[in-house]
């Protein structure tokens, strides 16, 4: 329960004084007052929510990357968003938005059994879509979005999978995957916090939702590694994606790659084998992948992954 709410009913109203700042916006039977709080020392938002009906003030959990608290106005989207400008500060830093009933703080809300918001930063110009790869286990899709985001360090931010497998020598917790227990994340993904996730090769792998919010947080576009079941279950989400499968230039090339790369006992690349196959066939599956690219040239296939995604506009061939 929050503490008792004064008796006055705001619509959106901006108040100002030289230490604070609040806007003040009503959706529904809730109020949001999105403040800035000065201290001696720094900056901050605060956010308190005015339930109309039980007249009690809530401070919601505040999820997400905290925008830069300058003066800012703030207006309403739509019921899920509000959107927050910040002034005096560059353009492409200046959009916010706070989440209040998205798809995500919905089921943070769920989870926490108490008010959630989360802020997510806003990207000027037309919003670039997630890209989904998929390949078997060797492709190279590892190798073409590591040079991607090379290229491109401020535009992608990788989605951090969790997996049941063991680190490989050079792979880092939290960087490469959450390396994880099959119980907890079986207990996770009972609580509704996976946006998909399958069996592959004898493990459980997964894209957690705030795998993928953590990257639109920061106003970067999302590029997620997954199987072909994952691709298949975020095609039937609500994420709408762009949706490349990498193909090998031959099954021999792709024996050698996974081989050559040491990471995996002669039994698991049998394994792996065997389950490209499946994955090779199921690439043509209708309506499941807009692009398909041979990982032949490395410099031909990074190329094109560019045009499919809409980063440069001509098509290189071998
Ligand atoms: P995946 O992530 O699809 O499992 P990796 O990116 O780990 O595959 O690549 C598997 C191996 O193949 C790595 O040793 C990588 O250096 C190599 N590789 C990737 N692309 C090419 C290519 N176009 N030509 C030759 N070797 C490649
Ligand atoms: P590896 O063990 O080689 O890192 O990955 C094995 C396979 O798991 C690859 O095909 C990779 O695309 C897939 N994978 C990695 N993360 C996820 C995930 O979050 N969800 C799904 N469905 N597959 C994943």
Known sequence: MGEEAPEFRVESITLESKDCQQNAIDIGDKTYVIGRIDDDSKSTFGIKILDKLTQTWVEPTVLG?????????????????????????????????????????????????????????????????????????????????????????????????????????????????????????????????????????????????????????KGKRCILDIDVQGARSVRASSLEAIFIFVCPPSFEELEKRLRARGTETEEQIQKRLKNARAELDQSNSPGLFDHILVNDDLEACHDNLKVVTQLTGYISFP
């Open 65 to 217: 990357a905290q925008p830069p608290s300058k003066l800012h106005s703030a207006s309403l989207v739509n019921d899920e968003k509000i959107l927050v400008v910040e002034k005096g500060v560059s353009l492409n830093d200046s959009i916010w938005f706070l989440e209040i009933d998205t798809p995500f703080v919905k089921q943070q809300r769920k989870i926490k059994g108490s008010e959630v918001v989360s802020w997510s930063k806003g990207v000027l110009g037309v919003a670039q879509k997630p890209v989904v790869i998929s390949g078997p286990s060797g492709v190279g899709k590892g190798t073409l979005i590591a040079k991607l985001m090379k290229e491109y360090p401020l535009k992608f931010g990788f989605s951090v999978s969790h997996t049941t497998r063991s680190p490989r020598v050079k792979e880092i917790d939290g960087v490469h995957y959450h390396f994880t227990g099959r119980s907890k994340m079986e207990q996770d993904i009972s609580e509704g916090e996976f946006l998909e996730f399958a069996h592959v090769h004898g493990n459980l792998y997964g894209t957690s939702i705030e795998a993928v919010e953590s990257v639109t947080d």
